[in-house]
């Protein structure tokens, strides 16, 4: 483990659960699909508790994997964590199966938000408080609606017939019925228009002050680094940049490559190539 | 007009056990995508355990008591056979796990009709071929009785899959396995609970087909029945499966009473089978299969 003390802390907040060691950490992770197409190569990063995390890359960069990895949805997939370990609170979690790990507090929310079309957006809701045993479903379904009363209008409707942002918002939802203690965006920006991503974006940050920490997959990379206070960057299964979001931000190479600002001037092949050159950002 | 009415009495009573084999068929699909071709077994092994508990001069339970215990008993078993013979197969292209359910069926067969033996069981239920008559129209009583017991499950499954947090669980693995897992809901603990419900259904079923006319070795041919029927309603639609269900036996009663002699004598038997075709050639997913929710 390389020092990187101290966190930011992506808005503050209320703690509610802070002690010990709270850290969602991933060190060294190899992850293998179908035995042979490595996708991780040695991957660590770093959650702790009340923050907010972003994690960058292009298409097929590992971070979904990733994801996947922490919230055991590898197996679905024909995935295997071969090497490296995932702790939570210093315990290893990388071996347990997905009910376990949700019921540890760790809920991912599934790219391309994946509500159940059929039922209505109650029913989705009951189903995210499936791990939450024992608790009051009217209490849980009064905190999301709270954060999104769109849900609250709508909770009758057929959740198929929702617009693409309600649905995002639906899917986030249906995660925190069961209070988790974090939360695992994947790209909840996708497809949305920009008012929306900016709505979406709210969100996350208001999630995040009720004490949910929150790691966030973007393709958006202006609208995670605006929210998170450490961002992670992946590239074909490996972390190439681990900086607080502002440094990231300032750092020319992420202009370039991930914001799409700056490089005036190289407009030609050959500083195409040049790029490549760089691009090696550690070597 | 009695004879109209007698046939399609007798009709739904029967069409009501062939529907509570369908409701397992399609309890299993909607959450495995699996057509479970053990059905069968698993409802002559309820109607034996039935006929161990309750038939006979030293019955061991009331019939009222044996049904239950019966019905439980087999779906701790298809539960069992989930565990064993299906679970590892978990991921397997869906023929694959389908074809082990029919070696399934062989292997639980064999083993009920041992315990059968070659005689005709009785299941020692209470209503035998006794009639009542009403308006002038005499009613098999263990029809009525079928017909009952299709009404509560019906209900008792309704709102199990809308109000229980387990029921919902079962609907959400079978719409998204992924999404599922993901809200804490352990697949395998709904396949092995989708087993044990189709189990104690079929044993249901197995009773009322062994109601007066008993069970012997050949009973199992009859929850064939319950494929024309899931076929007709849809494979995932649990209305279809009941609606299927009656159907079938409709067809079957009406055809019975009115086939043309030139038809010859048991054409009844094979017109589930003709209805089937039919419907398959108007609506290949049968009248209540899925079409997807879908925002255009």
């Given amino acids: 483990m390389t020092g990187r003390f101290p966190y930011h802390a992506g808005r503050g907040g209320p703690r509610r659960r802070s002690q010990g060691v709270a850290v969602l950490a991933v060190s060294n992770l190899e992850v293998v699909y179908d035995d042979v197409i490595l996708v991780l190569r040695g991957v660590s ?8 995390v972003a994690l ?3 298409n097929g ?7 996947r990895a922490i919230s055991g949805l590898l197996d679905v997939h024909e995935g295997e964590v071969t090497k490296g370990r995932i702790t939570l609170d210093g315990e290893e979690i990388h071996h347990l199966d997905a009910p376990r790990i949700v019921r540890l507090g760790i809920k991912q929310v599934l790219e391309g938000r994946r509500v159940l079309a059929e039922f209505t957006v109650e029913e989705n809701l009951r189903v995210g408080a499936h791990a939450a045993r024992g608790r009051a479903l009217g209490d849980d379904l009064d905190r ?9 209008d709508r909770r009758r409707r057929t959740a198929g017939y929702l617009s693409g942002g309600e649905q995002q918002m639906l899917a986030m939802g249906r995660a925190l019925m069961s209070d988790p203690r974090y939360l695992l965006l994947d790209e909840p920006s996708l497809g949305l228009a920009p008012l929306l991503v900016q709505q979406i974006r709210d969100l996350i940050v208001a999630i995040n002050e009720q004490g949910t920490t929150v790691l966030l997959v973007e393709q958006n990379a202006t609208m995670a680094l605006g929210i998170a206070g450490h961002g992670y960057v992946l590239e074909t299964g490996k972390v190439v940049m681990d900086k607080p979001s502002a440094d990231l931000l300032a750092d020319d190479d992420v202009r370039e490559f991930y914001l799409g600002l700056g490089g005036d001037g190289r407009r030609s092949f050959r500083d195409v190539k040049h790029y490549k050159r760089r691009k090696r950002w550690l070597s | 007009m009695a004879r109209f009415l007698g046939a399609l009495f007798g009709g739904l009573g029967q069409g009501s056990a062939y529907a509570l084999i369908a409701l397992g068929f399609v309890v299993i699909y909607r959450s495995t995508k699996v057509v479970s071709f053990a059905q069968p077994s698993l409802m002559v092994a309820g109607a034996t355990a039935v006929s ?4 006979g001069g ?6 009222w008591v044996a049904v239950p215990v019966a019905m439980l008993l087999t779906g701790l078993l298809a539960a069992g056979v989930e565990r064993v013979a299906l679970r590892p197969m978990v991921g397997k292209p869906v023929f694959t796990v389908a074809i082990i359910t029919i070696g399934v069926d062989i292997v639980l067969r064999v083993i009920v009709n041992r315990l059968i033996g070659v005689n005709i069981r009785a299941v020692g239920d209470p209503w035998g071929l006794s009639v009542v008559t009403v308006g002038g129209i005499p009613l098999q009583v263990r029809f009525l009785a079928m017909m009952a017991a299709l009404t509560l499950v019906i209900a008792a499954l309704g709102a199990f899959f809308r109000y229980a947090r387990v029921g919902l669980a079962m609907r959400a693995t079978a719409h998204d396995q992924e999404v599922a897992l993901a809200q804490g809901i352990s697949v395998g603990s709904v396949f092995a609970l989708s087993w044990a419900i189709a189990g104690a259904l079929a044993a249901l079923a197995g009773m009322f087909v062994g109601t007066s006319s008993g069970i012997d070795q050949n009973t199992w041919i009859i929850a064939l029945k319950a494929l024309p029927a899931i076929v007709i309603g849809g494979l995932d639609s649990i209305g279809g499966a009941v609606v299927g269900g ?3 036996g409709l067809v079957e009663a009406l055809v ?4 043309p002699a030139w038809l010859g004598e048991n054409f009844a038997l094979v017109s589930p089978y003709v209805l089937l075709l039919l419907v398959l050639l108007v609506r290949p997913y049968g009248l209540f299969g899925t079409r997807e929710v879908e925002r255009v």
């Fill in chain 1, 56 to 58: 960058l890359g292009a």
């Fill in chain 2, 52 to 55: 161990y508990l309750a038939a």
């Fill in chain 2, 58 to 63: 030293d019955a061991l339970l009331p019939f």
């Fill in chain 1, 61 to 67: 960069a590992g971070k979904t994997t990733l994801l």
């Fill in chain 2, 256 to 259: 019975a009473t009115y086939q």
């Fill in chain 1, 144 to 152: 999301v609606f709270t954060l999104f009363p769109v849900l609250r």
């Fill in chain 2, 246 to 248: 009656l159907v079938v």
């Fill in chain 1, 45 to 52: 990063l770093q959650v702790p508790q009340g923050s907010i």
